[in-house]
Structure formats: C-alpha cells, structure tokens
C-alpha cells in the first residue's frame, strides 16, 4: 500500500487516475487550504475556471490544480499579494504561473520582480488585510496606543 506522499505526487486519491476530474473538497484537502478559499480564488482569478455541474458543483481538472498549487506557492510562500499574482497573470499568463510552482524559492524572475514591486506599492484602493507573515508588530502596537489613548479620552469626555 502507498504511503500518503506518494497518493499527493502522483495525484492519485482515492483511486482516482491523475487525469480525473477532483471535487473542491478534494482540492482542499490537496492543497491543504479550505474550500472557501478556493471560492473566493475563483472571483479574484478568472483564469480560474471548474467545470460545474448540476446544483453548482465543482469539479476540477488537473491543470485546473496546478494553477491553484501556482497560486498558492506565489501567495503563501512568496510572499506575493493577490493584485501581485493577478497581474503576472495578466502578464505571464497560466503557464507562467504553473511553471513558478517549480522554481527554487527566492529566485524570482524579471516578471515576479516586477509584479512584486507593483505589489508593494502604496495604493489609494482600499488595503486588504496582510498575509499572517507579514503582520508588522510595532505598527500594530502603536495603532493600539493611539486607541487605547482615544478611549480614554472619550472616557475623560463622557462619552
């Protein structure tokens, strides 16, 4: 019998063959992220596209994964913002971003540099929450100080 590591690098599950068709639940699991996230994917990437069927469900093919395993390497690895990855795949196009699943970590492409920076540059859109990495601690406590100093004074008020 095959151990687990082996079911994930042929991609096999449940004695499916590696062409099959996956349920999101299945995915999930693979990728070790939850099936709302892969929701919220589909509406943020639009190359990402699950064939559905009756009653709405999903069912993804195998470079339908790989594109997420892509994502998800950019997003959870590298460090990239979901803009980040939307526009190296405006830019590079699916393939690219399969294709930098294999790549070392830390060694970017002119392509990753460059949506990296645009990544990072500050924007008057609203700012979606940071990865869990990428928190920085004294901004957050100093953000805490300043309200901390607003209750009281609002306390001070009688407010």
Same mark, same amino acid.
């Given at each position: 019998?095959?151990?687990?590591?082996?079911?994930?690098?042929?991609?096999?599950?449940?004695?499916?063959?590696?062409?099959?068709?996956? +349920?999101?639940?299945?995915?999930?699991?693979?990728?070790?992220?939850?099936?709302?996230?892969?929701?919220?994917?589909?509406?943020?990437?639009? $190359?990402?596209?699950?064939?559905?069927?009756?009653?709405?469900?999903? =069912? =993804?093919?195998?470079?339908? /994964?790989?594109?997420?395993?892509?994502?998800?390497?950019?997003?959870?690895?590298?460090?990239? +913002?979901?803009?980040?990855?939307?526009?190296?795949?405006?830019?590079?196009?699916?393939? $690219?971003? %399969?294709?930098?699943?294999?790549? $070392?970590?830390? +060694?970017?492409?002119?392509?990753?540099?460059?949506?990296?920076?645009?990544? $990072?540059?500050?924007?008057?859109?609203? %700012?979606?929450?940071?990865?869990?990495?990428? /928190?920085?601690?004294?901004?957050?406590?100093? %953000?805490?100080?300043?309200?901390?100093?607003?209750?009281?004074?609002?306390?001070?008020?009688?407010?």
């Amino acid at each position: 019998m095959t151990d687990a590591a082996d079911l994930q690098e042929t991609g096999r599950r449940q004695g499916k063959s590696a062409a099959a068709f996956r +349920t999101i639940s299945e995915v999930a699991s693979d990728l070790d992220i939850p099936a709302h996230v892969l929701r919220f994917w589909e509406s943020k990437f639009t $190359q990402v596209k699950p064939l559905k069927r009756g009653g709405g469900r999903r =069912y =993804y093919r195998p470079e339908d /994964i790989e594109l997420l395993r892509g994502i998800r390497e950019l997003l959870y690895t590298d460090g990239y +913002t979901i803009k980040g990855v939307q526009k190296l795949l405006r830019e590079g196009g699916v393939k $690219q971003v %399969v294709a930098e699943q294999s790549r $070392q970590p830390g +060694t970017p492409t002119p392509e990753k540099a460059a949506a990296r920076e645009d990544a $990072q540059e500050p924007s008057t859109q609203t %700012v979606s929450p940071p990865d869990a990495g990428a /928190i920085d601690r004294a901004a957050l406590r100093q %953000v805490l100080g300043e309200l901390e100093d607003l209750r009281a004074t609002l306390k001070n008020v009688g407010i």
